[in-house]
């Protein structure tokens, strides 16, 4: 039999779990005052520093995220430069314009809330960790279709350790932004060089965050009932292809913003 060498020191790893008791509510109450008040703005107030020790403390809460195969296959970059931000800034403010002209009707927001957000996080992955999931990786139809469902459990698990991430900065008082409009490979091939990123590195989204400029407000939430489904899937909740139209058409833009002459 031969030895195999774990490339991972295991003995390292934080073994301790600590649950409550189940049903026993403090956490839990404790956890949901975070959740409910992680709120999006897109302007913050200038001149906000964030102290060093804060990235540590939210990066620490993505760092312990799940992942298909503990790949873990999420990187994070901490932009403090305020040239770069506003170049950044730029590229979403060219996009927001771009969206305009090709009559997407995509409530766009304002962009430029991005050159002086004071917590600036890109958010990175690399997409060939698709290889440690489900794959034949020998290029035939089945393998599509498994690298398919590969490259979601990638997306889920950088989306999880982001999650995270959010909850720790509004734990710390922060509000949050989470941008993901930048995802288009023109973009991301013109953001690379800003941030020394490699090409086989994907820009996933950016992470603001920082004291608000104005007032925050809460979004809406579907209520519990419309979302829960007991032992099957309930057809009330179903939209037919005319409903969802029509729900783009009439409520998105009523419930991304306060209201939609203040898009934000
Ligand atoms: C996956 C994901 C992508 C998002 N992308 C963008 C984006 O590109 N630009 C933006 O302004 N907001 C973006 N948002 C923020 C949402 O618009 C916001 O979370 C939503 O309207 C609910 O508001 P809340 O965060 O205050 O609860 C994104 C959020 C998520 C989770």
């Known amino acids: 039999m031969t030895e195999t060498t774990p490339a991972v020191d295991l003995d390292e790893a934080e073994a301790e779990v600590d649950l409550p008791e189940i049903g026993d509510r403090t956490r839990y109450d404790a956890l949901m005052q975070v959740i409910r008040n992680r709120v999006t703005v897109r302007k913050f107030a200038p001149g906000f520093v964030v102290p060093e020790v804060h990235y540590d403390l939210i990066l620490e809460a993505a760092r312990h995220a799940p992942s298909g195969a503990n790949a873990q296959p999420w990187q994070f970059v901490v932009v403090r430069d305020g040239e770069v931000k506003q170049k950044i800034a730029d590229y979403f403010v060219a996009e927001q314009r771009f969206r305009a002209k090709a009559k997407m ?88 060089p800003l941030l020394g990123i490699p090409d086989e590195i994907s820009v996933l989204d950016i992470f603001l965050f920082g004291p608000p400029a104005a007032k925050p407000y809460k979004r809406w939430r579907r209520p519990l009932e419309e979302i829960r489904h007991v032992d099957g899937y309930d057809p009330q909740f179903f939209m037919s292809d005319e409903e969802l139209d029509d729900w783009i058409k009439t409520r998105r833009h009523r419930v991304m913003f306060k209201d939609a002459s203040k898009i934000d």
């Open 105 to 192: 009707k995509f409530p766009t927001p304002d962009y430029r809330g991005l050159a002086t957000a004071p917590g600036f996080i890109v958010v990175c992955s690399d997409m060939r960790w698709v290889n440690a999931f489900p794959v034949l990786r020998d290029g035939s139809d089945l393998d599509r279709m498994y690298r398919e469902n590969a490259e979601r459990i990638l997306l889920q698990s950088v989306a999880a350790a982001t999650m995270s991430a959010h909850l720790a900065a509004a734990a710390l008082g922060y509000n949050v932004w989470w941008v993901t409009a930048i995802g288009q490979e023109q973009a991301q091939t013109d953001m690379r």
